[in-house]
């Protein structure tokens, strides 16, 4: 007789049909406001990219009933059009929160999907956010159970798993049964999304909003009795096997309920690749606490995990996007302009004469010694006086996480010269209120222009 | 200085922007006529199906302004939704078109997209026949440089491969320059859809109709300068390598223009898989021949090729869409019914008890010397006769194609009961005649209830 597989689609299934929102911890809750947050400002903030420019007029013209709104902006589009744009708008930054274990954006797929959906059928706070978690822990989950293989592979994860968590968390809304809830993960497990191919496009942005869109409309399929496959992961041609050539399945129900991957979920402070961050972080506190000038600087060394280079080790950017993958330009930029923030990244910042001279004044050596969210940084001056600064770990990591203040300031700064000081502070305030909402679409209309 | 792979979007997407209606062969025109007649009738035929109401229902009240036909029925609604419900309809009953060689059901992702824009944007028929030729190309050649790997892997390569040929037709129709064509082949390529686990459900018709949804729309983004990578196949991380084991890219680009995929398209006369069809075929010549009643029949012995057994060996289905899994039922029934058709394979022909009871007095062995498209059936009768027949190349082969009066049979029976029978036999004369008509979305007008 064959080996018969742990049947983790139903357990899952399972697991999201009972689950109350009673029972989720109170440190569960307030991260996944804070997650909530951040994803909010960084959809307003990437609002007027180019990239959802195109995608709004590529697709705009087929919307349906334009009941949810596009965060950011003045138009309204149907909620599956909704989910795309604000999951594309979301990443566009490379901005949004990490799942440090797998590389996942976790918010990015599921909560566009989530608000474009309260936008369609009423929900309150306290369902939201409870299917914001549970979205989150199926992506996660299954991401913990495939990763790095799967990643290794060239799949972008936020788009192949996110898919999943999307149509968990719709299908929670959508109060599915729990053989509906395996059809809706099943019609999730067929239409995975992104190559990691694609970065450096706008395209890598498109997955975490498609995944959103993709499982939304898996949801609603199942919803309406279309059906599916009821062991769409762990099946012989199952997503586990055809998209990894190694898995782990307990990872996706070991403790189920008792333990919560949003806990763990991180915040940049920074808009860029995430191993940059030691040394923006290194060169802020070193400006901050000598009060630092440009001109005054002679020379300036970095001594950074292998990694940073081999990902980040671009010399010569030639525009924004380059930019964000050059720690060069990172140390001169928060050198000179004191941050870190998506100006920081702009073809204007790194354009500008003062950086670029600065940026040329940049070297790094790889330590092995290192660990990735630390960084070592010395700074010669004109005046001969030798600076230096060890950062263990990284604003924004693990060990030192974005308080609450340092989100605030990271949305106002994406979202106040969009929609103006006071409807920014307002929006920021129903965020960080979202639990105690009785309709969850006040929010996305408050982020409308 | 690492190994260059050979650039085979670029190449792909030069020749997709050059061709010209004019250089194709009137032979390939003419099967692309034959394709699109089959297709058309499969949709119509298939458009009161569980799976599409299903999807009608859950996807209908996101539609955007009502523009295109849902083949068969009486709703329009936005050529994307349009494009996902005709790709479903025209797969449901398994009775589409088959490129022998991949098993990918080539029309499925290609004409439901280019039909439905056909009803946004007008489209001449001699262009329209050129982009079905073109879309069926790509797809085709793009299977053809992954099989078997990638669909042993587990991939429905109609889907996975088929949203290449969406993406390039529609793309053509779009007047895509070089650059652009890249970038809906990307686009295409970030969106694979199907698993063949999901075969024996709905998600299984599922995938022909996301994947010319998703061709759609990768091409009108790319049209709409929403950028992608331009190596999307053969990079690294690019869909050969990310979703197959094994490729030969050679495939993709090696005598284009010169031979075209869809001169070997083949056309099922029976309404399930096509390892069946060659005992369908010896049952209905045996019955015709010798004018057999069911009740003189004591035994029914076929000999097969091996795969038959492995793929529809079910000795007891329940139901019509197990019928098609089970070679004993298709037996029994065309000896009872002397057909192969939908009907045939309806929850009612299974559970008929003529059919039942003759059903268990049939037996199968395999032949390993037998080809995959021929059989031999002997029938013992009660009156002590012995009959046998030998087929070499089962009707619907490519040693036996089926004529165009065999594909109008078809139709009709697919298309008459829900049109009528005038307004069924006027689309099947403008489907004959697409090439010639100004305005294809009239094809579509005259295919709704």
Known sequence: MPHQPDPVTAKLAAYLVDAKPESLPAAVREEAVRTFVNWVGCAVGGSRHAAVVA?????????GPPRASVLGRSERVDPLLASLLNGISSHVFDFDDTHLRTVIHPAGP?????????????????DFLHALVLGIEVECRIGNAVFPAHYDIGWHI?????????????????????????????LA?????????????????FH?????????????????????????????????????TEHDSQEITDGLGSRYEIAVNSYKPFACGIVIHPVIDACLQLR?????????????????????????????PRNGLEGKFSVYHAAAVALCEGGGGEPQFSDRAVLD?????????????????????????????????????????????????????DLEHKFIGLSEDLLGQAPARRLLDACWSV??????????????T
């Open 55 to 63: 995608a709004l007029a590529a697709l705009g013209p087929f919307s």
């Open 353 to 405: 004469p003062a950086v670029v001279a600065l940026r040329r004044r940049v070297s790094a050596i790889t330590d092995p010694a290192l660990q990735a969210d630390a960084a070592h940084v010395e700074i010669a001056l004109l005046d001969g006086r030798k600076l230096q600064l060890h950062v263990d770990h990284a604003i924004g990591s693990r060990h030192r996480p974005m308080s609450n203040t």
């Open 189 to 205: 497990a067929t239409q995975p999304v992104g190559l990691r191919e694609m970065f450096g496009s706008m395209t890598k942005s």
């Open 110 to 126: 599921v909560a566009s999907a989530l608000l474009a959906f309260a936008e369609h059928q009423p929900v309150n706070g306290h």
């Open 288 to 316: 901050a606490r000598e009060q630092l000038e440009p001109d005054a600087v002679r020379a300036v060394r970095l001594s950074v995990h292998p990694l940073v280079l081999e990902l980040t080790g671009k010399t010569e």
């Open 435 to 448: 639990e105690h909402l009785d309709d969850v679409a006040a929010i996305a209309a408050a982020a409308r």
């Open 208 to 244: 975490p909003g498609r995944a959103a869109q993709n499982g939304m409309t898996a949801a609603l399929l199942a919803a309406n009795g279309y059906t599916s496959s009821e062991q769409a992961l762990e099946a012989k041609r199952g997503w586990l096997n055809v998209l990894s």
């Open 158 to 186: 936020t788009g192949s798993a996110g898919v999943f968590g999307a149509a968990a968390a719709v299908g929670k809304l959508l109060d599915l049964d729990a053989q509906r809830m395996a059809w809706a993960l099943g």
